[in-house]
């Protein structure tokens, strides 16, 4: 057997992909951002396919992409922040490798994300209040999908990248 993959879910903007960076400089592992890769299969950014062809259809993009994947590779895959919400894909994940949930506030979140545009569901509803509400509905998602829970506010990608292998590696991990 092949070495287990690692696939970082949480909120937008809790470090998903600056961590999976971490996790490439430190261990050599290889790296894949969800994102990027639809957004490459498709060829458009994440906003057109929320305008042009709807959230449904990327939600299917995440699915299909999450169920092509092999497992026990010992890649790292950055998630996109919604993907823990379908069953299906936390089944897919499951079966593929170890699941890691990046924690971060709402305000810590809020000053990250806050000068991006290109999260369609943060356009027109971009302050702390918004963030607070969506995370706590997604944050039973998120909980009951993690094997590892790794809170990221004031710590640097690579003491959580450290911490994630730790972990990953102790016996109960
Ligand atoms: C989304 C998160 C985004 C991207 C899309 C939807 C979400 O990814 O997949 O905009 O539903 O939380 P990031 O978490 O990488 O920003």
Known sequence: MGETNIFLIGFMGAGKSTVARALHALYGKDRIEMDQKIEEQEGKTISRIFQEDGEAYFRRKETEFLLALPTDRGLVVSCGGGVPMREENVKAMRSRGKIVWLHASPETVFERVRHSHTR??????????????????????????????????????????????????????
Not at 124 to 130: E, I, L, R, V
Not at 144 to 151: F, Q
């Open 120 to 173: 369609p569901l943060l356009e027109g509803n971009m302050n702390a209040g918004y963030i607070q509400k969506l995370m706590e509905e997604r944050r039973p998602k998120y909980e009951a999908a993690a094997d590892i829970i790794a809170v990221t506010d004031g710590k640097t990608a690579a003491e959580i990248g450290k911490e994630i292998m730790t972990r990953l590696n102790a016996p109960e991990g």
